[in-house]
Structures are given as C-alpha cells and as structure tokens.
C-alpha cells in the first residue's frame, strides 16, 4: 500500500507557541490529504480536508485561524497548530488520498502542551 | 444523518477463541465500509474494505467481514484469536466514494492466554 509520514512523530511544547507537524506522502501524489484528531480513547474526528494549491476545507467547529493548514505541493501538507494550548494537546493524524480514492493514514503525531 | 456505532467498547476473548466485534451504521445511501487497527501510538491500518460486489470480504491477519444490508451491519471476525490482535479497531464508513470517513468510536481487543 501506499505510504504516509509525518514529523515529528512526538512533541512538546509550551503554552503560546506554535507548532507545525508536516504530513508526507511518499511514494504517490495526494491531491487531497485529512487531517484527524484523536482524544484519548477516543475515536478520529476529521478536522479539515486539505487540497493542493486552494484553501483548506474545515469541518463544523474547527477553528481554521487556530489550525492552519497548507497543502503546497502533492506530497506534503503541514498543520500548525497556533498558540497553542494544553486543550489542544492530542494526537493528530493525517491521511493521503490516492487516485483511486483510497485514504492511507500516517502514523501519527502526539502533541502535549505544557 | 449518516452515523457509525460501534457496540462495545471494550472486548476480551481467550486466545483460540472467536472474534466479533460489531458495527452498525446509518445511510440513506449505499455506503463504503471499512474496518482500520490501530495499535498503540501508532496510525491506522486498514484491515479490508467493502465497496461494492461480494458482501463477504476477507481481510488482512485473518480477519474477515461481511456486509449485511438488511441489517446495516458490518461486523468484524476472526476465527481463532491471537495474542497480536490486541489493539483498536475503528469501524468506518464513506457515502459516494472513499472520502470523508465517518469512524465509529472504537473497540478495545484484549487477548488473554
């Protein structure tokens, strides 16, 4: 199958900061990519469906100027996640769409703010 | 609205033992479903899928599902439970295609010898 990356795959910060975690698709083009949230045992909730070269579609209730997200070329869309907040501490997945529409996810990045 | 439900979130089997875990979904429209493990800290991996065709689909490790319409059901098994399936599964489901996953809340396997 095809394969999904994302760095880094752990991370900490401050309460304030931003941070950026980047979501690859190595070895095919994802016009689309998603990105997921995960709560502890907890199910995945779709935060937003990313497209190459246009703006991000979000889902109800997601903060677009909190989350951002770009998806510059067909292999790589970053999330940054804004002023960051202990509330936002979770664990973020990714997923690349092939051209034969299938969604292969990445492994994962865990975010814990302080 | 279109909903995927999960029940039990929490399964134990003994190791050898048969495997169920159950999904239900809602639709007004034929739906994409799939099964996804997730081992700890780790992302998804997609167990099998059900697009169209044969309701009964056979999946990666042993796993296989089958798609019942009359009861919108899309439960997961395994014949023989091992020591190595224990982890999540999601249940999920897509309408018009693969995009947009809906993920059912998810169900913990645990194993015991």
């Known amino acids: 199958g095809a394969v999904v990356s994302q760095h880094p795959s752990r991370v900490i910060c401050k309460s304030g900061t931003s941070v950026k975690i980047e979501c690859r698709s190595l070895d095919f083009q994802a016009t689309t990519m998603f990105w997921y949230r995960q709560f502890p045992k907890k199910s995945l909730m779709l935060m937003a469906t990313?497209?190459?070269?246009?703006?991000?579609?979000?889902e109800q209730g997601v903060e677009k100027d909190k989350f951002l997200i770009n998806h510059a070329s067909l292999t790589l869309s970053t999330l940054t996640v804004t002023s960051a907040h202990p509330e936002d501490s979770s664990f973020y997945i990714c997923?690349?769409?092939?051209?034969?529409?299938?969604?292969?996810f990445g492994p994962g990045t865990r975010l814990t703010v302080l | 609205a279109q909903s995927v439900t999960q029940l039990g979130s929490h399964v134990s089997v003994s190791e050898g033992a048969l495997v169920l875990l159950r999904c239900n979904y809602s639709?007004?429209?034929?739906?994409?479903l799939f099964w996804y493990v997730q081992y700890p800290n780790q992302g998804l991996q997609l167990l099998l899928k059900?697009?169209?065709?044969?309701?009964l689909v056979k999946g990666i490790n042993g796993f296989e599902a089958e798609f019942k319409k009359s009861e919108t059901s899309f439960h997961l098994t395994k014949p023989s439970a091992h020591m190595s399936d224990a982890a999540e599964y999601f249940c999920a489901v897509s309408f018009g295609g693969y995009n947009k996953l809906i993920f059912g809340a998810g169900t913990r396997l645990a194993v015991h010898p």
């Open positions: 997923s690349g769409e092939t051209s034969s529409d299938e969604q292969f």
């Open positions: 639709s007004s429209v034929p739906p994409y």
């Open positions: 990313s497209n190459e070269g246009s703006k991000a579609t979000y």
């Open positions: 059900y697009t169209t065709g044969a309701t």
